[in-house]
């Protein structure tokens, strides 16, 4: 989708982190902008942000595990805008990390809720409409998670390799169809957004019960605070994730990464199928980036 001027993008996630970067990047290239996210006062100053770089915003207060909500999302951007011609799904959140016995299933329901059906809900809402007027590109962000499966992450991990595999389910059949329509695949590595903060959206009904109920062992001692002493030095920006975006979707590219740290976990998990012997995938998830 190489024109995007004057053309609509809806972002969901989009009061912070990536989802915000999109805005403010789509925005400039002088698409209207509909921002969807859970959390009112964030999103009312992340919409007066990108306002500022001089796009129309459109912000929508929006549960996008919820069906009700994301189909009044969808009938509030095409009142403002008329129909969206970029679908963000973007929204994610981060369960507890630990042993996956020691998961809750509240753990495991939040988490797909947001991970899987803010997405599912995001095509059946958007999709149709895209598919009628064979134009319009879908971004899905997923994760360098979706693509290996490292321990003590279960529900992240099961959640992005969902997203992963919806994404690249819906470009095969776009492309069975014959259809303009395409898609891009987002699976970042580390960058630097408040998602070790999205419990604080948490809804009360899947709360845990108590501490104890909540509680799950660290992944390995030293490993996270190893990780927030390097974090700024290794991870990208949202504004840098932003631009690859771009530049996917006016390349109409599939695959988005941030960057090559995960290149040979990649390509070993794909090695581990290929020849039938275990999943090589052993300790943390950022061992990749703390290693080099």
Known sequence: MRDLEGKTAVITGGASGIGLAFAECFGREGMNVVMADIEAGALRRAAARVEAVGAA???????V?????????GEAAREAFGNPHLICLNAGVSAPTGPMEELTANDWRWTLDVNVWGIIHGIRVFLPELKRRD?????????????????????????????????????????????????????????ATNIAGAERNRPKELANASREEAEVVAQLPGDLEEFSERFE?????????????????VEERFWIETDEAYRDAIKARHRSIEDRTDPPARGVILGPYLES
């Open 233 to 249: 030095a290794i991870s990208q920006t949202p504004a840098d994730v932003a631009e690859r975006v771009l530049a996917a979707v």
């Open 135 to 191: 134009e319009g590109h879908v971004v899905v962000t997923a994760s360098v998670a979706g693509l290996t499966s490292y321990p003590w992450m279960a529900a992240y991990n099961a959640s992005k390799h969902a997203a992963a595999s919806i994404a690249e389910s819906m470009h095969s059949e776009l492309r069975e169809a014959g259809s303009r329509v395409r898609v891009s695949c987002l699976c970042p590595g580390a960058v």
């Open 57 to 63: 915003v459109l912000p929508v207060v929006t549960d």
């Open 65 to 73: 595990g919820d069906e009700a909500s994301m189909t009044l999302l």
